[in-house]
């Protein structure tokens, strides 16, 4: 399969584009934090010239215990993504979680994610792709980067599929822990279609911290270089002005006021790969 371009909102994302930027907080906190977020992130990617969608989660439905904070939920947090993407006018994805969320959800979001968790859920991924809108499906943790071929026959089987992105977050290495193996990007960009980098959430340590998971802030840099450098449509990248009260996944949140410094760096190491390999300095897999 040759490689795809999707388009989310006024972003295209494909192999070849310049890398986007697929960001905001874990989970919807509260209105202010959305547009403090969106306000840096918007000035900062069109300083550098990139694509923007902002994220953020309006229920965290896999946390690891009852009383774990898991956002407004469905209808308040759809109305919050619905004001910021009208304010911002940028595009914005959340996640879904059960198949009767979608309909709804396709009403306002521009890209629909389906968790790592669900990479597998036939009923919901036939859902998504149904909606009209594109989907982004992150690839489990327990799955093999080649299992991704079977979602993308599954939602390519529906007649209103609108494009898919495939997202690598990390493979479960023994207990609380996950790990990337690089090859992976290459092996899902050869399904055909754009493939993410998760740097946030490839760097968490599930349920490590007993009610909530903890993660390796410190290694998201490393693994954004190394995957800028494989080369990937995009980079997915969860920021908080202040992780350590982050109300989810603070631990392997990265600091907003951080990210200009790291993301000047992976713009640049993107069109020094995208453009060697345009004069045919890389080839094959690059």
Known sequence: MSAQIVQVGPVAL???????????????????????VAAELVALTQRLGIGLIFKSSFDKA??????????????????????????????????????????????????????????????????AAESGRPVEVKKGQFLAPEDMARVAEKMASRPNFAGLILVERGACFGYHNLVVDMRSLVIMREIGWPVVFDATHSVQLPSAAGLCSGGERRFIPALARAAVGVGVAGLFLETHPEPAKALCDGPNQWPLGELAKLLTF????????????????LEGDW
Do not use: Y
């Open 266 to 281: 992976l713009v640049a190491l993107d069109r020094l790969v995208k453009e060697s390999r345009a004069q045919g300095a």
């Open 14 to 36: 494909g192999a070849d584009r310049p890398l986007t930027l697929i960001a905001g907080p874990c989970v919807i906190e509260s209105r202010n934090l959305l547009n403090q």
């Open 62 to 127: 896999n946390r690891s215990a009852l009383s774990s904070f898991r956002g407004p939920g469905f209808e308040a947090g759809l109305t919050m993504l619905a004001d910021l993407k009208r304010e911002f006018q940028i595009p914005v994805v959340s996640d879904v979680h059960e198949t009767w969320q979608v309909e709804p959800a396709a009403q306002v979001l521009d890209l629909i994610q389906i968790p790592a968790f669900l990479a597998r859920q036939t009923d919901l991924l036939l859902a």
